[in-house]
């Protein structure tokens, strides 16, 4: 046998050294493996030898040369070893052995598009923006404080994704973006409670893994609330009296449908060329209709819903046909403005500019209806989006517009627009300049309601004074927190918005008015018996920066 296994081990020249020598001892244990008598005449056999290697797994051999160390577990009083049960965890997230520490229930991460409704009135947009208060910056305070983001995680390690940029100003009710989150129990309710009452968290949706609110968005719809006396002929004094006809209504809608379709709108943005192929956007609808009478003025309701826009696009769509209408430029203008030429187009107040809706058709075409993923359309919360609407957004609008008149202020630099090609000295800009005081310092206008203020709770009948009285004085919080005892909680005032924390300050901010932002100079007399006094330490807010019309999504070359 052993002369058999030399010869056998000779042909597999590829087993290693030590596999050979313990086949040999095998072997020759064997051999000489005979029984062993005891003093008592019964036979013992000795312990069978370790089985030899197998050939097809030479290193088992190196293996079964080192040493056991590992430690055995304790043997319990039966006698047998068995490995220690596992320690199972308990429904609150402990463990069941009472001094183990405690566990954080671990919630899926999961991707999610969330809808949103704000109202963009004393926020500089909706991008991050650090120094600045945006809308990203509360919702990421929110997703911290929630739980639902780990804390310190940036945006772009959540893979969030805004739909739509809107601007200092702009509001929404129908913004959504998308992210990776923990999906907590009652996670809307836990994300609206660290938010401000004019940011809301409406709804949110499983999606895939893949999903982009703003690449897999297929079209995007916008509306425009403004003053019907904005299209009242030049001629005419422009006060709120004026009520819209169906002539002049009629005339605005023929206006708008030269819109449609797919166009070169290098005119209606900034920084693009002509033959830039971006420029090229598809519009799909455009209409004016009468929308309601409030605080003694008509407005109007503009809608346009487009595959995506650029920066100023649809506020200088609507400059445009404002001054068509109201004598400024020819109705042949808007064909000219699709060609090559860089005219001097006006661009319209930010103030009534909403973001309604984003559709996700090509999204919900293959994925709403896989039996996994809802459609992205938002039905069941449009009750409350409706409400949002009603009681942040439009009196928002509505109000600033009658007291603060920034569209009246805007019609006044129609004037100096020459609505033909751009030069690079205007003389019309500098006809009428900046109006000064005595000192030979600019007069800046104030607006009776500051940007910062929310009107939720403006009452019918209610003047700008009356109401900015309602809400609390900086020394009224500063004596409060003072007569507070340094272990408690300063009470709550009355007018005091415990979520938004405004406070008196916000009253004597001032604020530029529209025609700064288009390089007018043009500034108006309000009446003086109705004025807020400024203190001498507030300072001058900066222009609106634009509107929501960033560049989003890409143009499809005249083809949808």
Not at 253 to 267: E, I, V
Not at 442 to 456: G, R, S, T
Not at 525 to 541: G, I, L, M, N
């Amino acid at each position: 046998m052993l002369s058999f296994l030399r010869q056998s081990i000779g042909r597999h020249t590829f087993v290693n050294t030590s596999f050979r020598r313990g086949a040999i001892s095998f072997a020759r244990n064997m051999s000489s493996s005979e029984p062993v008598v005891k003093e008592g005449g019964s036979e013992v056999c000795p312990d069978p030898p370790v089985p030899p290697p197998s050939l097809d797994h030479p290193m088992e051999a190196t293996a079964q040369e080192q040493p056991a160390d590992r430690a055995k577990r304790p043997v319990e009083q039966g006698g047998s070893e068995e490995p220690a049960p596992k320690l199972l965890k308990s429904e609150n997230g402990t463990d069941a052995n009472p001094e183990a520490p405690a566990k954080r229930v671990r919630y899926p991460k999961k991707k999610v598009a969330m809808m949103l409704s704000y109202s963009g009135v004393g926020y500089q947009g909706m991008q991050i923006n650090p120094g600045t208060k945006t809308i990203e910056g509360e919702l990421l305070t929110a997703f911290y404080r929630s739980g639902s983001v780990p804390e310190g995680c940036s945006l772009g390690r959540m893979n969030f994704q805004r739909a739509s940029r809107t601007d200092k100003g702009v509001s929404a009710a129908g913004q959504v973006v998308s992210l990776k989150m923990l999906l907590l129990d009652n996670l809307v309710e836990k994300l609206n409670e660290h938010l401000p009452p004019v940011i809301r968290v409406m709804d949110f949706k499983r999606t895939t893994q893949s999903f982009n609110s703003k690449q897999h968005s297929s079209c995007r719809s916008y509306i425009y609330l403004l003053p019907t006396y904005s299209f009242q002929d030049v001629e005419e004094v422009t006060t709120d009296k004026y009520r819209i006809t169906d002539e002049k209504l009629n005339e605005v809608n023929d206006l708008l449908s030269q819109y449609k379709g797919t166009h070169n709108y290098h005119n209606f943005t900034s920084g693009k060329l002509f033959d830039d192929m971006s420029a090229n956007r598809y519009i799909m609808e455009f209409s004016c209709q009468k929308a309601f009478e409030d605080e003694g003025m008509e407005f109007a309701l503009m809608r346009v819903k487009g595959q995506s826009f650029m920066l100023h696009q649809i506020r200088k769509m609507i400059g445009l046909i404002i001054a068509i209408t109201r004598g400024f430029a020819p109705k042949t203008i808007i064909e000219r403005a699709f060609g090559g030429e860089k005219l001097d187009i006006p661009r319209a107040p930010g103030l009534g500019l909403v973001l309604e809706a984003v559709h996700f058709d090509w999204y919900d075409k293959k994925w709403g209806g896989d039996d996994l993923h809802e459609p992205l359309t938002w039905e069941s919360v449009q009750d409350k989006q409706e409400a949002f609407k009603k009681k942040h957004i439009f009196p928002n609008i509505i109000i600033r517009e009658k007291y603060n008149r920034s569209m009246m202020h805007w019609m006044s630099t129609l004037p100096l627009h020459s609505y033909d090609v751009v030069e690079k000295h205007n003389p019309m800009r500098c006809f009428l300049g900046d109006e000064k005081d005595k000192d030979g310092n600019k007069v800046v206008k104030q607006d009776k309601i500051p940007d910062n203020i929310d009107l939720a709770g403006f009452k019918s009948g209610q003047t700008p004074e009356e109401f900015l009285e309602t809400l609390p004085r900086e020394e009224d919080a500063v004596s409060t927190a003072n007569s507070t005892e340094p272990d408690q909680e300063a009470p709550p005032q009355d007018g005091d918005d415990a979520e938004t924390g405004m406070m008196g300050e916000a009253v004597t901010a001032e604020n530029e008015s529209n025609q700064n932002e288009e390089g007018a100079g043009v500034v108006l007399q309000e009446e003086k018996d109705q004025e807020v006094p400024t203190p001498p330490e507030a300072k001058e807010e900066d222009t609106p920066l634009g509107d929501s019309e960033r560049t989003e999504g890409s143009a499809q070359g005249g083809t949808t």
